[in-house]
Nanobody, 124 residues
Framework: QVQLVESGGGLVQAGGSLRLSCAAS????????MGWFRQAPGEERKFVAAISWDGGSLNYADSVKGRFTISRDNAKNTVYLQMNSLKPEDTAVYYCAAAKHGRSWSLAGTYDYWGQGTQVTVSS
């Protein structure tokens, strides 16, 4: 069992930056791949970024590549999403997720544990 808690969301002007954090507790964290997803009102939950258990493999949705960076600090049991050059279309609830197995990191079904989400709002 792994418990995940996101933080760092808020209101920001277009072009600005935010850093989201996801703190993990419970069982061992280091063996889990981690992902970020987002869900806008009336939309399906969509993949944003993923990182392997050792940080050696990174994957990004085309819509955020070059603007967002996923990272992890296993000593702190924390994964981060640095979001730069934010756009109004980035507005959504952002969710952290953890996966014990699997290589299809862009699919929500890969993940075993989910956080409660944190709201990100980008104004024009």
């Amino acid at each position: 069992q792994v418990q995940l808690v996101e933080s760092g969301g808020g209101l920001v002007q277009a072009g600005g930056s935010l850093r989201l954090s996801c703190a993990a507790s419970g069982r061992t964290f280091t063996n889990y791949g981690m992902g970020w997803f987002r869900q806008a009102p009336g939309e399906e939950r969509k993949f944003v970024a993923a990182i392997s258990w050792d940080g050696g493999s990174l994957n990004y949705a085309d819509s955020v590549k070059g603007r967002f960076t996923i990272s992890r600090d296993n000593a702190k049991n924390t994964v981060y999403l640095q979001m730069n050059s934010l756009k109004p279309e980035d507005t959504a609830v952002y969710y952290c997720a953890a996966a014990k197995h699997g290589r299809s990191w862009s699919l929500a079904g890969t993940y075993d544990y989910w956080g409660q989400g944190t709201q990100v709002t980008v104004s024009s």
